[in-house]
């Protein structure tokens, strides 16, 4: 399960190697910050809720707010990305002059880009200028990551070939997984049922049900529970909220049970995990809210 940016930062940069057959076991959710993939080797199947593509050597792709989406092989070659993700204050200005209100608008016209070889190594070169100075990351970073964030997509838009996706979706299938995906993260402290959310939607339970398997390879109450965790942990870093309050907050019955949870799908309990991940960029500043909004 991804994890949301850190505290305090407003930018993510990973260099990921997959293996041969890699294949995700369940949806990954982009919630408050947008991402951006480059393909340096390898291929991968891509479901979205609206469409299935092939992303291949050479292609960038982005990736809006509030999309599910997991990626599969394609062939038994071994895959090599680099993952940038990064949140609004990053990308303002850009869209204005580009005459985009906002990145979704932008990420409409433009959701994946292929580049040619010459232009390819372009881009790797400002790469891993990202690179460097993520890994030295201080308090000048920010800027020059923003600016070199501008370069890339702006180099992609010049010297890129937008890429054609073909929908392999029926729009009311987009509509209903779309429409069940918003309840149930706006209704997440109440922990919404298979049921409830079917007949939000207007649909069969068993359809719903089949919608979620089909499309993000993931049971409606797995979604549900990693909602609640991803939740959680954004809790467990951004606010002074204890664990009965989390708990509660985030959808779970008790706090024992919040925290079973939890162990089982980070790897370590509530506080521990506060401890970790909080300690990384210092602990929570006393002007940070003891509650945060979904």
Not at 14 to 37: G, K, N, Q, V
Request: hydrophobic share 35%; glycine share 4%.
């Amino acid at each position: 399960m991804p994890l949301p940016l850190k505290p305090g930062y407003n930018f993510n940069y990973t260099h990921i190697y997959r293996p041969p057959y890699f294949e995700m076991t369940a949806s990954e959710a982009y919630t408050d910050f947008y991402a951006l993939s480059y393909t340096i080797s390898g291929e991968q199947l891509v479901y979205c809720y609206n469409s299935t593509y092939i992303i291949r050597s050479g292609d960038i792709t982005f990736t809006a707010k509030n999309v599910y989406q997991r990626s599969s092989y394609v062939s038994d070659a071994p895959r090599e990305d680099i993952l940038i993700k990064f949140t609004d204050c990053m990308i303002e200005g850009l869209m204005e002059a580009l005459g985009f209100e906002n990145f979704n608008a932008f990420y409409s016209q433009y959701p994946s880009i292929h580049l040619e070889k010459h232009t390819q190594e372009k881009i790797q070169l400002i790469l891993k200028e990202m690179e460097d100075e993520w890994n030295s990351y201080n308090m000048y970073s920010e800027p020059i990551l923003k600016s070199l964030l501008h370069k890339l997509i702006l180099l992609c838009l010049r010297e890129g070939t937008v890429n054609e996706w073909s929908p392999s979706i029926q729009e009311t299938k987009q509509y209903y997984l779309n429409g069940a995906i918003q309840y149930v993260k706006a209704h997440l402290r109440d922990n919404p049922s298979l049921e409830e959310t079917a007949g939000y939607v207007n649909i069969s339970v068993s359809y719903l049900s089949k919608i979620f398997m089909d499309y993000l390879h993931t049971p409606f109450s797995t979604f549900v529970l990693n909602e609640k965790i991803q939740y959680a942990q954004k809790l467990l870093l951004e606010s002074r909220m204890n664990m009965n309050e989390i708990a509660k907050e985030a959808g779970f019955s008790s706090n024992a049970y919040f925290s079973d949870c939890f162990k089982r799908k980070a790897g370590m309990p509530p506080l521990q995990f506060r401890k970790k991940e909080s300690g990384k960029t210092g602990r929570l500043s006393r002007n940070t809210p003891a509650k945060t909004k979904r």
